[in-house]
């Protein structure tokens, strides 16, 4: 029987959540220091969360398998966070960024999680401040925005291309501020890998110590999963190397539904894969979207001709080149939403006209901007009738000034200078709106098992808006998870502490050493990373950019064939009492391992194509997508029962109140 | 291109370790540092040998976890990067390249070349952060402007991501361009302005518990480090501590 209740409270969209809080059980402030709560990853839902919680004065365990909180991923965020503040006066109010939101999602995403999320929005930009986050500034002192994709608004604040790291490390000192205090015990270069249930509810997890081996027990009232997302299934992504789904996979593996896993963000600017020993890619921040134009050329010849280095980019005549995203979507141009841009890229690589050797990039130029910025900066300047030359060298020093740290990060990597010749860019594998399903109250179908951020679906539908993953992870952690959580331990005041002697964790402890002990003994003949690679091959092609019924099922069989082969013969070096990053790579791609092939069922089972799910039999003739409301308006929530692939389906259908359904349109 | 290479092995932190001699090859110049040692690991794993730990994470150099010392110098030979971004092009055929892990007393080696360096979070937690709770109700982001410059400046100290190259790189083992990095973000700022002089003073006394030395303005620190933190940033945290302590009740 279906365990989904989305808990959606009454009333008018823009009073739910107000009416929410007002209604919900409250913990007394004494009674708070009785209740323990896990909080597993320290990104910024995890880092966000724990402050707050050990704030109103929860006992908090926080685990991260980095060594210290402030390396989560998130770190790596760079352009920036929406916030509905509309300080620029340009129209911007919580009701667009809720819509902006929802279409951008492609209507696959609930409305009253939407709006708690816009309505929410402006208070993290305020918060941040006042934790001394330096958000770029204007020269009158007030903060600066810039605008993201699929929006015609500028509603995000950034700190040059570091805005993750800028808004982790404020999480990070709100959470060192609670360790100092002792309100929080962190755990770093720890790894969950059980979450343990007493009667039916979250009691605690089992946990490896990193650096010793120890298997440990840890009790609590509540556990919180802000994990982050699952893109490494892809092996090739711009996640950081360590980034896993292993915390959700346990909990889904427990009674967790694990919703839309089928949803992949694909991101249209990353820098192209340049050989087998590549290990990960890196993104360039969508903000460059802003100010660079992309193109291919528009003649076959002159592709041959860059390809093979006999020309230049700029040798092409303005005439000859084809700004595929300006010709195609006028009204948004190059600031089309993440999906679009991406599936835009490759129809023209696929069509012929990638521009590197492997045929798998196109052109990011900043030519133009450089030119505007320059003639701008040289009328404030004063000078008058400059060269071209003045132009452009102003015009660097504007890009170098919003986006230095990007383009050193392009020279370091490709060797070559964006500021004379454009950046060669391809889409690649980004963040996943999938997640663990949760309620309005971010609580999964297991009661006292929370998901906040990456980790969860709730709030993208099909397709993320850029800047949208930042402020979701900050609501979840910052405004809503401290609220929801005490509704529910409001029940939990006189349980007292949990046991750790409990049957219900020595069994978990047995199964975790019964899985490490395999992988010790094992004794195969190929690494983990061998069957990593090959995994994100299967995935790429068949669960990537764009997918069909016959490449979904072949994936499915490639998937569960190579677990097979995995379990036979992977070998893992090294001893389990000790560091050993192999070992801990082995759990987590056993784990991807499953994970891909439920991705690939949940693309076969939606059919229809929306947001970042492109299913090619599901498209018009001019090859955009085309959605199937009448049949597919819900969410997928699956259920583990002991193979990925017969996994059952729940739909929590989605009921759209104050939006009218319609194609999504960027022309 | 073909390298030997001279790597640290220590199978943990109370056991000796030593120098041991690898070699790999057709390393290609587009490789990162890191996916050379990849390369090197999966040669190690197919004859059997434990690969060599080293720390790492997102691999575009922001995390901060990476941390070798390559060469006799913090994130190897180019400058700017951390040792993910360092790629092998900086180096020729037939290099010898010696990689060690960042040593400092409060830097102990867990294993091979990775350090524990939790004496920064406990540096942190001393005093790196301004005492507002995240309840929300603070006023708007909007009602205190701040001059450009001075958010400019803090932002220049707040991109510091902890790796801790300046403490490997110093004589003196000295983490007082982290430390000052974060005392002069939050001293630049009038959020971090009320709190500055317990601030400053709370966290140099953590900085001198965790056994870092102090600062004899040499400046490698600031030549060695990945995000370019700036020298005067120690300066600004000196003025602070002379200042607090004088001032400051505690």
Redesign the interface.
Same mark, same amino acid.
């Given at each position: 029987m279906s365990k989904l209740n989305s808990r959606i409270p009454e009333g008018p969209l823009a009073e739910k959540w107000t009416n929410h809080k007002s209604h919900i059980n409250l913990v007394n402030p004494a009674n708070k220091r009785l209740i323990d709560i896990i909080v597993v990853g320290t990104g910024l839902a995890g880092g966000s969360a724990a402050a707050s919680l050990a704030e109103l004065g929860y006992k908090v365990k926080a685990f991260c398998f980095q060594d210290s909180p402030r390396r989560a991923h998130s770190i790596a965020a760079q352009g920036g966070i929406n916030a509905a503040k509309n300080y620029q006066n340009d129209g911007d109010s919580t009701y667009r960024l809720f819509y902006d939101t929802i279409k951008g999602g492609d209507y696959r995403s609930r409305e009253a999680n939407v709006y708690r999320l816009a309505e929410v929005s402006a208070n993290i930009i305020d918060q941040c401040v006042a934790q001394g986050v330096p958000f770029a500034r204007e020269y009158g002192g007030l903060l600066d925005n810039r605008s993201f994709g699929g929006v015609q608004v500028s509603r995000t604040f950034y700190a040059k291309g570091q805005t993750g790291q800028q808004l982790l490390l404020g999480a990070y000192s709100a959470m060192s501020r609670q360790i100092g205090k002792g309100n929080i015990q962190m755990f770093n270069r720890h790894e969950m890998l059980e979450l343990v249930m007493v009667d039916g509810k979250a009691r605690g997890i089992i946990a490896r110590n990193l650096i010793t081996g120890e298997i440990e027990r840890h009790s609590a009232h509540a556990v919180v999963i802000a994990s982050g997302g699952y893109g490494n299934v892809f092996y090739l992504s711009t996640n950081a190397m360590g980034s896993n789904v292993t915390a959700s996979w346990k909990i889904h593996k427990k009674g967790a539904y694990f919703a839309n896993p089928c949803f992949t963000q694909i991101h249209p600017t990353c820098i192209p894969v340049s050989g087998d020993h590549q290990s990960k890619l890196t993104l360039m921040s969508e903000s460059l979207r802003n100010d660079g134009r992309i193109w291919v050329p528009k003649k076959k010849e002159d592709v041959e001709a860059i390809r093979s280095g006999k020309l230049r980019p700029r040798d092409i005549k303005e005439e000859d080149r084809d700004y595929y995203l300006e010709r195609r979507y006028p009204a948004f141009g190059n600031l089309v939403p993440r999906d679009v841009a991406s599936r835009a890229a490759k129809e023209r690589c696929d069509a012929g006209y990638g521009v590197n050797a492997t045929g798998e990039a196109v052109f990011l130029d900043f030519s133009s901007a450089i030119e505007r910025y320059g003639r701008e900066k040289a009328a404030v300047e004063k000078i008058d009738n400059p060269s071209i030359e003045k132009i452009r060298d102003l015009g660097k020093q504007v890009i170098e000034a919003k986006y230095g740290n990007l383009f050193q990060m392009y020279e370091k990597i490709v060797d070559d200078n964006p500021y004379e010749t454009p950046m060669k860019i391809y889409p690649a594998v980004h963040y996943t709106m999938g997640g663990i399903w949760v309620d309005y109250n971010l609580m999964t179908t297991i009661p006292g098992c929370y998901a906040a951020g990456e980790a969860n679906f709730s709030d993208h539908g099909a397709n993320r808006l850029g800047a949208s993953a930042l402020m979701q992870g900050l609501a979840d952690g910052y405004f809503v998870l401290p609220y929801t959580i005490g509704d529910y331990l409001s029940n939990d005041i006189r349980t007292g502490k949990i046991s750790t002697d409990l049957p219900e964790f020595e069994e978990a402890e047995k199964s975790v050493r019964e899985r490490i002990d395999f992988f010790m003994n094992n004794k195969g003949s190929k690494s983990v990373d061998h069957f990593h690679k090959k995994l994100g091959k299967i995935m790429w092609n068949e669960v990537g950019m764009a997918r069909n019924a016959e490449g979904l099922k072949k994936a499915i069989d490639d998937i569960r064939a190579l677990r097979d082969e995995f379990w036979k013969d992977v070998k893992v070096p090294g001893t389990a009492n000790s560091f050993n990053p192999e070992l801990e790579k082995a759990g987590r791609v056993a784990d991807f391992l499953e994970l891909g092939e439920l991705m690939a069922l949940d693309a076969l089972t939606r059919n229809e194509s929306c947001g970042g799910h492109f299913r090619e039999e599901f498209q018009t003739e001019e090859g955009e997508a085309v959605r199937d409301d009448a049949h597919f308006t819900y969410v997928a929530a699956w259920e583990y029962n002991g193979d990925p692939g017969k996994a059952n389906l729940y739909k929590e259908e989605l009921k759209y109140e104050n939006i009218e359904l319609k194609t999504r349109s960027y022309k | 291109m073909n390298l030997k290479l001279k790597i640290w092995r220590q !199978?943990?932190a109370s056991a000796p370790g030593k120098m041991v001699d690898y070699q790999v090859s057709d390393i290609?110049g587009?490789? &990162?540092f890191?996916?050379m040692i $990849?390369?090197l690991n999966?040669q190690? *794993? @197919?004859t $059997? @040998?434990? !690969?060599v730990?080293f720390?790492?994470?997102?691999?575009?150099?922001?995390?901060?976890?990476c941390s070798m010392y390559i060469n006799g110098e913090a994130h190897g030979p180019?400058r700017?990067?951390t040792t993910c971004?360092l790629?092998m092009?900086k180096f020729k055929d037939g290099d010898t390249i010696y990689i060690e892990p960042f040593r400092a007393k409060g830097f102990p080696v *867990?294993?091979d070349l990775?350090v $524990?360096? &939790?004496a920064?979070?406990r540096i942190?937690?001393?005093?790196?952060?301004?005492?507002?709770?995240? &309840?929300?109700n603070?006023?708007?982001?909007?009602a205190i !402007?701040?001059?450009?410059p001075d958010?400019?400046e803090?932002?220049d100290a707040?991109?510091c991501?902890?790796c801790g190259a300046c403490v490997a790189t110093c004589k003196n083992s000295s983490a007082m361009l982290f430390v000052s990095a974060k005392v002069s973000?939050?001293a630049l700022?009038p959020?971090?302005k009320v709190e500055a002089k317990q601030r400053v003073l709370s966290m140099v006394e953590q900085m001198d518990k965790e056994g870092f030395g102090n600062c004899s303005n040499t400046g490698a620190c600031e030549v060695e480090c990945p995000k370019g933190i700036s020298l005067s940033n120690i300066a600004r945290m000196n003025r602070e501590y002379l200042s607090a302590s004088i001032t400051g009740d505690k």
């Open positions: - | !199978p943990n290609s587009d490789m &990162s890191l996916e $990849d390369v999966e190690l *794993i @197919e $059997d @040998e434990e !690969p730990a720390d790492h994470d997102c691999r575009e150099g922001i995390c901060g976890m180019d700017g990067v971004q790629h092009r *867990i294993k990775v $524990d360096r &939790s920064f979070d942190m937690a001393a005093g790196g952060f301004v005492s507002v709770n995240t &309840s929300g603070t006023m708007d982001a909007n !402007p701040i001059p450009k958010a400019d803090a932002f707040a991109t991501i902890g973000q939050l700022l959020q971090g």
